[in-house]
Each structure stands twice: as C-alpha cells, then as structure tokens.
C-alpha cells in the first residue's frame, strides 16, 4: 500500500510498505477513506521536533472504516465508519486517571508515536476510535479532530454570552473558533489574518469581521482573544488591544519565546490559558459534522491523493493557499 512517512526533519517520502496485519488485542484496523494536513504536521515536518520513531506514517486528522478487530474489542466492529482520536494517552497516569488525557504524562500523538492517517490502511487501539454517521462524507469526518481542538480553545476561553471575541490566525483552528463562537450566541466575532483571502473566507462563512490587528484600537469592551497563530509578536499585540480583565486563550503551535513583563498580567489581571489539543470535545465535535457540514466543506482548499502530500506540505509552508484545509481523499474512499 502507499503511505507517507516523515524519515526526519524535511524529509518525507511516499512509499510503497506492506498493508498491516491482523490487529493485536485492543487494537482495529482501518482502511483510511479522508485525513486532514495539519499545521502541527507541517511544524514537525520543518522542524523535527516531535520525532519520536522514523520512519513513521504521518498524519491523526482521519476517518476510516474497520476493516478488523482483535480479541477484546467492543466498542466497534466491521464496517463502522469511525474517526480517530489524535492523543496517544497512558490511561494510568494522574492526569489520564483525572480524565486529563491531553495532559497525559507520557502523551503521545497518532503519526508520531504510531503509524497514522496518510495511508491506506492503518491501526489504532479501539479506544481511540469514535463512530460517525455513515452518511458523512469522509473529508467532513476527518474534520471531527480540528473541529474538537476548536471547541476546547474556545471552552476555555470561556467567554460570556455577548461578549465580543477576536481571534488572531485564520487558519482551521481559528476558523473552526470563529464558526463555533458565531453559532454559539449572537456576539461581535473579530478576525485578523496577513492572509487577506483567508481572512475573508472565515468572515464570510462565519459572519465574522475581518480587521487589521496592528491597527486595532484598545477597546474597553474587548476582553477575550484567541491566538492561532504561534506568533509571539501577534501575542504581544494581542496582549496590547485586550481590556483590563480579559483573558488570552493561546491554541497556535510557537516558533519562539515571549518576552513579558508579568506586572502587566497582574495590573491589567490578565489571564494566559493555554489550550493543548482536547479533553472531552471529540464526541461533540463528531456530533456537529452534519450541521456543520455545509460550513466546513467551504473551508476544504483542495482534495489530494496521497501521492501529492509532499508537494502540498511545500505550498502550504509557503502559505500559497488561500483556503483553510487540505484533504487527503483515499482513492478507496471515492
């Protein structure tokens, strides 16, 4: 079968590798019908940082369907149409027993600690897997897993009912906040993105607002931000234009570090949440797709086979993409 695997930093290769076996106990196997390119997987693509065992097949944005099961295995059986769950927990440690698994003490993801989703076929332990509606379009269900670390930053936000947000990266994550927030209650919904196309795709299916961030006064009414941009100079902005009170949600993936005075976190109480993939947003996030579907689709740039991954991860580094989401489409999931 074809499969991309990352052999390390800047190099990822199609290849041809055997199609898995029979799953061990615990574990299903997965013809692969749609995954999503990440930004995560562009990150570790660049930088290496996450390599964990090369080579390994890329990828924890998928859906699938079973295809086997082995011993013990109840939560699924053949033919379900299923959706992965990108976080490789332990199940054993404090914060896994506190059902933290996004904070797990030895976390792991799909496509770095085991093989994952630009394949044809895979395996992933049962209890990473969630059912969809079989009726889903396959790129809609491989949006469940970015759709759910949306919902998470924008739970921890936290932000009350009315109350205006600004989300600075229109990129999947920021656009699924920007969806989930205007649907969520009517509030004022802000944008802000170097990439004007981007930008104006979000406002338009959202109903956000696009404005310029550096050019964005203080507003005594604007408390609560979402960065999806990594960016520690937009977070400084960010910090800049949020009122006394507010609180900065930070879900994009740093290329560097913040140089802050903490007097301004305790003068203008200002709160820092960090927000690191999910912790229980992946079964409503699956519980959206339909409804969502019409809006999500808009965000899908462009559908690859998974010959094409490596030329996409270059076009999507260069920022040559004016849509929010890639999607490898299996030709078995055609």
């Not at 209650?185 to 979000?202: G, I, K, Q, W």
């Amino acid at each position: 079968m074809k499969a991309a695997r990352l052999h390390a930093a800047g190099d990822l290769r199609v290849e041809d590798v055997p199609s898995p076996g029979e799953p061990a106990p615990g574990w299903v196997r997965l013809k692969v019908t749609a995954a999503g390119i990440c930004g995560s997987d562009l990150h570790n693509f660049r930088t290496g940082q996450w390599i964990s065992r090369a080579p390994s097949v890329v990828g924890h944005e998928f859906a699938g369907e079973v295809t086997a099961v082995g011993a013990g295995v109840s939560q699924v059986a053949l033919g379900d149409r299923v959706v992965a769950d990108s976080r490789f927990w332990c199940g054993e440690c404090p914060a896994c027993r506190a059902g933290l698994h996004n904070v797990c003490a030895t976390l792991g993801f799909v496509g770095e600690v085991c093989d994952g989703g630009f394949a044809e076929e895979t395996q992933l332990p049962a209890r990473l897997l969630l059912r969809h509606d079989p009726a889903l379009d396959p790129a809609i269900a491989a949006m469940a897993e970015p759709l759910a670390v949306a919902l998470h930053a924008v739970r921890r936000l936290s932000a009350p009912a009315g109350a205006p947000v600004l989300i600075a990266g229109c990129g999947p994550i920021g656009g699924l906040a920007a969806l989930l927030l205007s649907r969520r209650s009517e509030r004022p919904v802000l944008v802000a993105d170097r990439n004007a196309a981007r930008a104006d795709l979000v406002a338009e299916v959202s109903g956000a607002t696009v404005v310029d961030l550096d050019a964005l006064p203080c507003d005594p009414n604007l408390r609560h931000a979402i960065d999806a941009t990594g960016s520690v100079a937009v977070m400084a902005r960010l910090l800049d234009v949020l009122a006394g009170g507010g609180t900065l949600a930070l879900v994009g993936i740093s290329h560097g570090r913040l140089d802050l005075d903490p007097n301004l976190l305790v003068e203008r109480e200002i709160a820092l949440v960090g927000c690191h993939a999910f912790a229980d947003e992946l079964a409503p996030a699956v519980s959206m797709l339909g409804d969502l579907a019409p809006a999500l689709s808009r965000f899908v740039s462009d559908e690859i086979a998974i010959g094409e991954i490596p030329a996409a991860y270059q076009r999507l580094i260069a920022g040559a993409s004016g849509g929010l989401k890639t999607i490898v489409r299996m030709e078995s999931g055609r």
